[in-house]
């Protein structure tokens, strides 16, 4: 006899654990299967050890201008197995924390690989085979690294974004192929622990989808912390040459080609359920990336089997997943729950860091809507000049008429965190008004977000162009 759940989830990351934790909490009987580590990409391979990276690596680069605070410091260097060990102490202590929560919850653990037998039975095959029924089936089985059809991309010692956090020691060069969020977070991160960086991007702006004008303040940061960024470029093969990798592409009509000791392929990632044998239940799969197709319930086309995360493809990120992780539950336990993505933040980990919700000015322009901006040099403020920085600019975008906050966006220090007051105002449709109208704690980096409201109606205070 099979074991009978009222809901069972494969996959353990942010949209998995999540979606089990609550439905613990709901008092449903709740099976989470995952066939390999509690957390999924994001906890082990992905959010957190690179955010344990960025932190290290900025406090190397802080070390270095030290001298600009008034403080000495001689001898200094990254002692990068120790950083690498960091890493994984943190990891291990938040997967520890899941697995607590899950306990405290009531949710069952299965380790093994799930398949479909038909909709309502899973086949799991761990370091025993079983059989499990569920009600309802919740998948979350995340994305993988894309791969392109590049002549070399699959050289031994090629780095995936995965990889990449296992190094045993820092190379002297690197070039990363795929100027998006995950490669640009890689190429500051490497730069700032003293690595000579190439960034080889296929299109003409980095980090696609972001606002131009932040899109362009990026490529200057780079290049200001010499950064190689080579835009507009096609790689068309990777060689390997006695000290490492020579990586050809195709620039402006003309052949060019980079060398170094490592190459680092981030070119995006792709909805993942291979093994899960989807047919077997009926599931509609997407064309185009062969996404698990679900409605904003989250509901796949066959009744009682629910998407949630990256294997949508909806919007590749941890926070959204888990939302989503929440929706489902409270759609399986009869609440009539829809997802809401037009304020979904977003969070890129540069230096400096860049925030982004709702619109951007060009998707704004797409869709016919009369806009205006109010934007503020993150360089006008007292707190962050306090702290040595000047780089970055804050961006609000809002309908002319009825000055409604519909998008923005932030490049700067604290962006990640700061860009919480502009998604809540999206959410909400707040008009800059409201903003204004909020008194701003000072010296804050929060200030910036003030100024650009006032921006968008009789001027900043602080600044004037």
Same mark, same amino acid.
Request: charged content about 25%; glycine content about 10%.
């Given at each position: ?250 620039? +402006?009509?003309?052949? +060019? ?209």
């Amino acid at each position: 006899m099979a074991e009978k759940y009222e809901i069972a989830i494969v996959g353990s990351g942010p949209g998995g654990y999540v979606a089990a934790i609550r439905a613990g909490q709901m008092g449903a009987k709740t099976a989470l299967i995952e066939k390999e580590v509690l957390g999924g990409t994001c906890l082990n391979w992905g959010c957190i050890p690179t955010k344990a990276f960025v932190r290290s690596a900025e406090l190397f680069a802080d070390i270095k201008e030290a001298q600009n605070f008034g403080i000495k410091v001689e001898g200094a260097e990254v002692d990068f197995p120790a950083v690498v060990k960091r890493k994984d102490k943190i990891v291990k202590r938040l997967v520890g924390g899941i697995d607590h929560l899950l306990k405290k919850n009531g949710v069952e653990r299965i380790e093994g690989e799930a398949s479909f037998i038909d909709k309502n039975y899973l086949k799991v095959v761990g370091q025993k085979t079983l059989a499990l029924e569920a009600d309802n089936i919740i998948i979350a089985t995340g994305s993988v690294p894309s791969k392109l059809p590049i002549p070399g991309a699959d050289l031994a010692g090629i780095l995936s974004s995965r990889d990449v956090l296992d190094l045993k020691e820092l190379p002297e060069s690197m070039i990363i192929v795929g100027g998006g969020i995950i490669g640009m977070e890689f190429a500051f991160i490497f730069q700032n622990f003293g690595v000579d960086v190439t960034v080889v991007e296929y299109l003409d702006q980095l980090v696609t989808g972001v606002d131009a004008d932040i899109a362009k303040e990026l490529n200057r940061s780079a290049r200001r912390r010499k950064i190689s960024v080579k835009t507009g470029a096609e790689v068309k093969e990777i060689k390997e040459t006695a000290a490492g990798y020579e990586v050809v592409f195709e620039q +402006k009509g003309k052949a +060019k080609s980079v060398e170094g000791e490592k190459v680092l392929m981030a070119v995006g990632r792709r909805p993942y359920h291979e093994g899960l044998k989807t047919a077997n239940a009926g599931l509609k799969i997407s064309e185009k990336r062969g996404a698990i197709v679900v409605n904003n319930k989250l509901e796949t086309n066959v009744e009682g089997i629910y998407a949630v995360g990256d294997v949508t493809d909806k919007v590749l990120l941890a926070h959204v997943a888990s939302h989503q992780g929440v929706i489902a539950v409270e759609n399986i336990m009869g609440h009539d729950k829809e997802m809401n993505y037009d304020a979904v933040p977003g969070a890129i980990f540069t230096s400096p860091e860049i925030g982004t919700v709702g619109l951007t000015e060009a998707e704004a322009e797409e869709k016919g809507i009369d806009y205006k901006v109010g934007t503020f040099p993150f360089a006008a403020s007292g707190k962050v000049m306090a702290m040595g920085e000047r780089e970055g600019m804050v961006k609000i975008i809002a309908e002319t008429e009825t000055e409604k906050i519909i998008g923005g966006a932030i490049m700067g220090i604290e962006a990640s965190d700061l860009i919480a007051e502009l998604t809540l105002a999206v959410r909400l449709g707040l008009k800059a008004e409201d903003l204004i109208e909020t008194i701003h704690a000072h010296p804050t980096t929060a200030e910036v977000i003030h100024e650009a409201a006032l921006d968008l109606k009789a001027g900043a205070i602080h600044f004037t162009s």
